[in-house]
């Protein structure tokens, strides 16, 4: 009987290859899942879905360079664009200088960082034009149901946020309609890829329905950048293919390729707004143009003045900015001093704070400074030269299609980052990096690209250190989503007012929260709720260096005026005021600002306060009934009789008209609900206060 041994090298190429394939289907179950992931018990969708990107890249990591363990070496190709990634790291590392909160530029850095490592998972793992349309079918396979899913929301099938129907409940799993729009906007071009080049028919036949649906579902959504991303992106194809003339595919596939043309060009008849079936389908109802939608309700203006924020923080800081994921921290402060400036002055409506600049070149130089735009400027003019030197030097036409196609996955993003933040958002981020992944394999050659070898004690040290980091930022991730969990349950006890409950539960998500923010402020709220002010005041210190928004600086200005901190209260009730907030809110710092006075003793000046906030807001009871109380501290008793009755006059007003809400049963959430019911209660307080103050006058 004869032995059949398999030779040990063949062997080693058997084990590589199947560790190889492995990691690819890992990669494309990742590419499928990250953009349909949802939990609905944290503060919204991108937070879930970040923390399950750090989780799954960091385990992907680990098994990548196990595997290169395993086989003996391995080799890491690293694109050109690595370079001014690591311009980028150190930009944000400098950033740190000034930065308002060091924990959130060192948190964002750590997802920029990971979102990297999984562009070079990718650039390393795919090694063939199989590999290459796996992983894009896995993206167009979610990008699907995430259409269909938005599409269903429409129609009032699936629930969406207000249970209603129409494009206000479009949010699918990624929580909002531009999102939706940069997202699909993103893969179309690189999901060609899946009709002119598998050997299946069937991929090619479901690739084209699934392209023309999320096509619609871009159009449906009346989203401008979403529409002026896309053509600018066909200008650039055209002039790419003009350029290197990869004819021999688009003649090979022609048939398929007028079959995907045609079935695009039937869905944006059927559901573009502009289509003269519009009126027959009921899609996209809202007829507006371009100009009008960009425009609508002030929706420019309010960019633009994001952007002037911005500027005025990179003058304040202009080398290495204000700390990388720090413009959110600093907006209201910012805003207030843009407003002093002669082109603040004709902003004269309401903005409210902004989280992201809508635009991710003026954040970034806003958060990181020069140095930092230098970092990102370099990146892109490296990837543009690494792609024109790839799409040049291949002699394979199919593979400079492919390429072609690749880069218009790129470019509708760096045109949507003009007037939005795809940087930002965890699923576009996904998209851009496997699509310059993808671009940078070795598939498309190994030109602008630098290889490293690792084997041995280098190997080994590197997995054990890839090892160590991926399980620390796992278990911080799974610690702040824990802190997340627990920070919204104890928001909705605080809603429902179990404040005891709340307390508790907010307390214990402070200790598992990296860089805990709004935390602070509900956890405040509910010490407050306790009668725990010097806890409260605490809490609210620690909070103005983590997350300001208007109620923040309320409730701190408000506090810090009663426990005679004036100083503190006054500078806050100035940034709220210098800000132009809404009336609702102006109404209340300009009372707090004469509390402010009566603390300190000014009455002459807290008296014209009062009288002067009457004037303007003559509906507000609080105003009255501190109007009254002082006139009464002062022995004019017929002023204090008629301030208080007035008082008591608006504060049944306002009583009849929380309780007709309530019995309406109209209210569609839970916050809206807790927001009327402590309305009611504070009026009730009022109430009694003032029938004690009139039944005690002369």
């Known amino acids: 009987m004869v032995s059949h041994r398999i030779p040990e090298a063949a062997q080693e190429d058997s084990l590589s290859s199947i560790l190889d394939q492995a990691l690819v289907y890992v990669v494309a179950l990742l590419l499928l899942s990250i953009p349909l992931f949802v939990l609905t018990t944290v503060s919204e969708y991108g937070y879930g879905k970040t923390m399950f990107a750090l989780v799954a890249i960091s385990l992907l990591s680990i098994l990548w360079i196990f595997s290169g363990w395993a086989?003996?070496?391995?080799?890491?190709?690293?694109?050109?664009?690595?370079?001014?990634?690591?311009?980028?790291?150190?930009?944000?590392?400098?950033?740190?200088?000034?930065?308002?909160?060091?924990?959130?530029?060192?948190?964002?850095?750590?997802?920029?960082?990971?979102?990297?490592?999984?562009?070079?998972?990718?650039?390393?793992?795919?090694?063939?034009?199989?590999?290459?349309?796996?992983?894009?079918?896995?993206?167009?396979?979610?990008?699907?149901?995430?259409?269909?899913?938005?599409?269903?929301?429409?129609?009032?099938?699936?629930?969406?946020?207000?249970?209603?129907?129409?494009?206000?409940?479009?949010?699918?799993?990624?929580?909002?309609?531009?999102?939706?729009?940069?997202?699909?906007?993103?893969?179309?071009?690189p999901s060609v890829i899946l009709v002119v080049s598998p050997r299946w028919r069937w991929v090619r036949i479901v690739s084209i329905i699934m392209l023309a649906f999320c096509f619609g579902t871009a159009m449906m959504l009346q989203q401008t950048a979403v529409v002026v991303s896309l053509i600018v992106t066909a200008i650039a194809f055209i002039v790419g293919w003009a350029i290197f003339r990869p004819i021999a595919p688009l003649r090979k596939q022609r048939i398929w390729i007028l079959i995907l043309l045609l079935a695009l060009a039937l869905v944006f008849i059927v559901e573009s707004p502009s289509s003269p079936l519009n009126s027959i389908t009921g899609f996209s109802a809202e007829e507006t143009s371009w100009i009008g939608q960009l425009w609508e309700k002030n929706s420019g203006s309010t960019r633009s003045w994001d952007w002037w924020v911005g500027w005025e923080?990179?003058?304040?800081?202009?080398?290495?900015?204000?700390?990388?994921?720090?413009?959110?921290?600093?907006?209201?402060?910012?805003?207030?001093?843009?407003?002093?400036?002669?082109?603040?002055?004709?902003?004269?409506?309401?903005?409210?704070?902004?989280?992201?600049?809508?635009?991710?070149?003026?954040?970034?130089?806003?958060?990181?400074?020069?140095?930092?735009?230098?970092?990102?400027?370099?990146?892109?003019?490296?990837?543009?030269?690494?792609?024109?030197?790839?799409?040049?030097?291949?002699?394979?036409?199919?593979?400079?299609?492919?390429?072609?196609?690749?880069?218009?996955?790129?470019?509708?993003?760096?045109?949507?980052?003009?007037?939005?933040?795809?940087?930002?958002?965890?699923?576009?981020?996904?998209?851009?990096?496997?699509?310059?992944?993808?671009?940078?394999?070795?598939?498309?050659?190994?030109?602008?690209?630098?290889?490293?070898?690792?084997?041995?004690?280098?190997?080994?040290?590197?997995?054990?250190?890839?090892?160590?980091?991926?399980?620390?930022?796992?278990?911080?991730?799974?610690?702040?989503?824990?802190?997340?969990?627990?920070?919204s349950q104890g928001l909705q006890q605080l809603q429902r007012g179990n404040i005891r409950v709340a307390e508790s539960l907010l307390a214990k998500s402070l200790r598992y929260d990296f860089a805990p923010r709004q935390t602070y402020y509900h956890l405040a709220s509910a010490q407050m709720r306790l009668d725990k002010l010097d806890e409260a005041w605490a809490n609210l210190e620690m909070c103005m260096t983590r997350y300001l928004d208007e109620g923040v600086y309320l409730t701190y200005a408000n506090l810090g005026a009663n426990r005679g901190e004036l100083e503190k209260a006054q500078v806050a009730v100035d940034t709220l005021l210098a800000g132009r907030p809404q009336a609702a809110v102006e109404r209340q710092a300009r009372y707090i600002e004469a509390v402010i006075s009566l603390q300190g003793k000014q009455y002459d000046q807290a008296l014209q306060q009062l009288e002067s906030l009457i004037q303007d807001h003559p509906t507000y009871e609080t105003a009255f009934i501190a109007l009254g109380d002082l006139y009464l501290a002062q022995g004019y008793i017929n002023s204090a009789r008629n301030n208080l009755a007035e008082a008591l006059r608006l504060i049944d007003k306002a009583l009849q008209r929380a309780n007709r809400r309530i019995e309406a049963n109209t209210l569609v959430t839970l916050a809206q609900y807790a927001q009327i019911r402590s309305q009611i209660e504070l009026l009730n307080q009022q109430r009694d206060l003032v029938m004690e103050r009139l039944s005690k006058l002369p």
């Not at 402060?333 to 989280?355: C, H, N, Q, V, W």
């Open 71 to 189: 086989k003996g070496t391995l080799k890491i190709r690293f694109p050109w664009i690595t370079i001014p990634f690591l311009g980028f790291v150190i930009a944000s590392l400098l950033s740190l200088l000034f930065a308002v909160n060091g924990r959130v530029v060192v948190q964002s850095l750590v997802l920029v960082v990971f979102f990297f490592q999984l562009l070079l998972l990718i650039a390393n793992i795919v090694r063939n034009r199989k590999d290459v349309a796996l992983l894009l079918l896995a993206l167009l396979v979610s990008a699907f149901v995430v259409s269909l899913y938005g599409l269903l929301q429409y129609f009032g099938v699936v629930r969406g946020p207000f249970g209603g129907t129409g494009l206000g409940e479009m949010i699918s799993t990624l929580g909002n309609r531009n999102y939706i729009g940069g997202f699909l906007t993103y893969l179309m071009f």
């Open 313 to 487: 923080m990179f003058v304040d800081s202009p080398i290495v900015g204000i700390g990388l994921g720090n413009y959110k921290l600093n907006f209201l402060e910012y805003k207030a001093d843009f407003l002093t400036t002669p082109r603040g002055a004709s902003y004269d409506f309401y903005i409210p704070r902004a989280a992201q600049a809508h635009n991710d070149y003026v954040q970034a130089l806003a958060e990181m400074g020069l140095l930092g735009a230098i970092a990102i400027f370099g990146f892109i003019a490296t990837l543009v030269a690494s792609f024109w030197r790839r799409v040049r030097d291949t002699k394979d036409e199919d593979k400079r299609l492919d390429l072609l196609l690749l880069a218009c996955g790129v470019v509708p993003v760096f045109v949507h980052a003009l007037v939005s933040f795809p940087a930002h958002l965890p699923a576009s981020s996904l998209a851009f990096v496997a699509v310059i992944g993808i671009a940078s394999s070795r598939v498309y050659g190994d030109v602008s690209t630098r290889t490293l070898t690792l084997a041995r004690w280098p190997l080994r040290a590197s997995a054990i250190a890839i090892l160590v980091i991926g399980f620390v930022v796992s278990g911080f991730a799974v610690s702040d989503l824990s802190a997340n969990v627990l920070m």
